[in-house]
């Protein structure tokens, strides 16, 4: 790809748009490399990675053909490298897609089909794997952006599993500019992609070196004045106070307010070992480490962040402490006589926090002394984001740019908006953007002459994102702010320490991409295959999905079902078709991120990926995918899934056998009051299909809440006996997963019946209306909406009652009857 003489300066070959790609040797250097086998890439941020990936992309379809996939974590990220690849590639605009949840998913398919680039979310692929509706076959190079978020169970992991063992010909690139803390984490992120090597692209490197600009790291202390001390020091006696507690209980050594999150989570597992031994001391201690946790939020607020997000803090607990079913460690802290002392005192304070007036001289000192022109603060805290801009609007122009979630007292933006925003922002319509964790990725934000860490952060892949904000195109500053005597100064310390060993590791990696592969081949990189031809070798050599593993666990786990009735019957009899189909929507939720909070309303789509006859097949409901159940099924040989959102159930089964999944959490809130659903989700199952089943996933039934086992009983019977659904246990998502498959292969398989997803929800009645009516006001719940129904006799009754005749009432106290009259009696401000 070296540029001809008419293109002097600029990349050419195969499918790149002449004169638009500079010509810079070390990203074909990297290029050439990903060419060859599935590569993670790690160049700083601000120097092209994308370029590389683009650059791999168009040799793959020039050479193989097929289809390109890009996945990017959020939708601004997703649409950024869209509209880049338009520019860079000779293909046709309507060739290179965008799926995100905003695309319905009869669209995604039919998309699929058309496309020859496609950019992506992940939790929008991943739902499509799952829901059968696109197939990776002929998918010729695959992209993680971001790819140092490969860890757990977030979706890049399951796609790249369902990659290496679908595609015909695959080869993936990972890309970066901090792929983990330390060796570890690099090659973890390295196997959970299948990636084989390394290649490595540091500022230091020549080539590097001519396209970056110093960036100069000025750390700024602050001390906090006596009035924003004294708030922390009421705050941090009542910690002491509470740590004295669990010190009794022999969780923890000491009562240091300051003691470490990783003590408090050794504590909290100790209180859950208790609780697990039957002793009632553990569900105390498990309260008060909830209250030392709240108040642990509310000292790193008024020493870090503002007293004005204290504030809003605090009012947020009040809210939550009026609410019907809050937690004693949430009226405890409101009640707290030294809690109470430091909400006054934040009420009064009317100062400013010492970071809000060294961030004003900051900007000050760029637009002014040093002739700068834009700028960017981050914060960690959406309130500090809300009062910081409001704040610096009073000197500069200033907007803010936070994520697309609505919180309490915050809107989100919406991805149009933030787009909006950061085009604003590049075009100098404004001066500074403060934002919160969401422009740190990747987001072409344009190259500033500041940026302002508000608070340290302590982990150094969020330090080296932000950082990477300046010194792309001139020499950038960037200004790190300390509270001293604070959290900021750990934090601080455990992100320099972080970074420092990031840095080092990427140094020995460099080079050494022999001696990672050989590391990566001895672990579960063998099923991937180490070369990008090499991995679409014989499919029957390896078995990627687990196959023999998966049906070795399931004749374990059959034996174990002992005296549960209801299973054995689903062979045997018939029973009257149900033939009112239902058209479910889709509403691609589950899944962490942008795509997190998505709805789409379209019809379920039929299987685009091609199907096997003989195999069996599941009916997801959407909103199962925040478990790992449904992707697990969908990687089964022999199993097929489809995702619908399904007006009753969780999965079907066959035309008479539906699925309520129900982990013990669940179940007991519904014991609790907190959630009446669960009765009414058998009931609908009930008229629907002749074979419901309860599943209840899950240990410590009888042990895991303060809820008495004749409770518990008395429900199990009542699903039984009243409501005639077969109740089964298991222990964990996987056990689940044995149950939903051997079920259905019983059904499908030995019984010869088909799969019909059919039944709506049924109508409230009165009765049911009227309490959910009464159970929404102030939030009282459904127990307490009976027993005021019970005692007054109407809706009416109930709103009209004066708070003395409330307090009449079994169960209502003052603070519930206070605020129902509250509810009902305060004018509408909206």
Known sequence: ??????????????????????????????????????????????????????????????????????????????????????????????????????????????????????????????????????????????????????????????????????????????????????????????????????????????????????????????????????????????????????????????????????????????????????????????????????????????????????????????????????????????????????????????????????????????????????????????????????????????????????????????QKEQTERLDAFRGGEFEVLVSTSVAEEGLDVPDVDLVLFYEPVPKGIRSIQRKGRTGRASEGKVVVLIADDTRDEAFFWMSRNEEKRMEEELRKLKGMAGEVEAQLTQGSLDEFGGDADDASSDEDEADPDGANAAEASTDAAEPEQKGQAGLGSFADEESDDKTSDDEAKDDDTGGADDDADETEDADAVAAVAGTDEDAVEIVADQRELDSTIARDLSTRDGIETRLETLAVGDYVLSDRVVVERKTTADFLDTLLGEDRSMFEQVGDAVRSYARPVVIVEGDDLYGQRNVHPNAIRGALASLAVDFGASVLFSDNEDDTTELLATIAGREQTASDREVRVHGEKADKTLDEQQEYVVSSIAEVGPVTARALLAHFGSVERVVTADEAELLDVEGVGPVTAERIREVVGSDYAG
């Open 1 to 414: 790809m070296a540029a001809s003489d008419a293109n002097a300066g600029y990349l050419d070959g195969p499918l790149i748009t002449p004169r638009f790609l500079e010509d810079r040797s070390y990203q074909t250097a990297l290029a050439d490399a990903a060419r060859e086998t599935h590569t993670l890439v790690c160049l700083p941020t601000g120097l092209g990675k994308t370029t590389v990936s683009c650059l791999v992309t168009a040799s793959r379809l020039a050479d193989r053909g097929g289809t390109a996939l890009m996945l990017a974590p959020t939708k601004p990220l997703v649409k950024q490298h869209a509209d880049f690849y338009c520019d860079a590639l000779d293909v046709p605009d309507d060739e290179i897609v965008v799926f995100t949840g905003d695309v319905r998913p009869d669209d995604r398919a039919d998309l699929w089909e058309s496309a020859r680039i496609v950019m992506a979310t992940p939790q929008v692929i991943e739902n499509d794997l799952v829901g059968n509706r696109v197939s990776l076959a002929d998918v010729t190079h695959l992209t993680f952006d971001e790819c140092h978020r490969a860890t757990g169970d977030y979706a890049y992991n399951y796609i790249a599993d369902r990659y290496h063992a679908d595609a015909d010909a695959p080869l993936v690139t990972g890309m970066s500019a901090s792929p983990g803390g330390d060796k570890e984490e690099i090659l973890r992120v390295c196997e959970n992609l299948g990636l084989a090597e390394v290649e490595v692209m540091t500022e230091e490197d020549a080539d590097v070196a001519e396209h970056t600009y110093r960036t100069e790291v000025d750390w700024q202390h602050v001390d906090l004045p006596e009035d924003v001390l004294a708030i922390r020091d009421a705050l941090n006696e009542v910690i002491t106070d509470r740590l004295t507690e669990l010190q009794k209980l022999g969780v923890v050594n000491s009562t240091d307010p300051n003691m470490s999150q990783k003590q408090l989570n050794t504590a909290r597992g100790r209180l859950q070992r208790l609780i697990n031994d039957d002793d009632s001391a553990g569900y105390e201690g498990m309260s008060i480490h909830a209250e030392v946790m709240k108040l642990r939020r509310a000292t790193e607020l008024v020493e870090t962040q503002s007293v004005e997000s204290l504030r809003r803090y605090f009012e947020r607990q009040r809210e939550q402490a009026r609410s019907s079913g809050s937690s004693k460690a949430s009226q405890r802290f409101v009640s707290e006589p030294s809690v109470k002392q430091a909400m006054r005192l934040a009420e009064e304070f009317d100062g400013l926090h010492p970071k809000f007036r060294k961030t004003r001289i900051l900007l000050a000192e760029t637009f002014g002394l040093e002739d700068g022109s834009r700028a960017i603060v981050f914060t960690e805290s959406r309130d500090t984001a809300e009062t910081l801009t409001e704040f610096l609007n009073e000197s500069f122009d200033t907007r803010r740019f936070v994520g697309q979630g609505d919180k309490e007292g915050s809107d989100g933006m919406t």
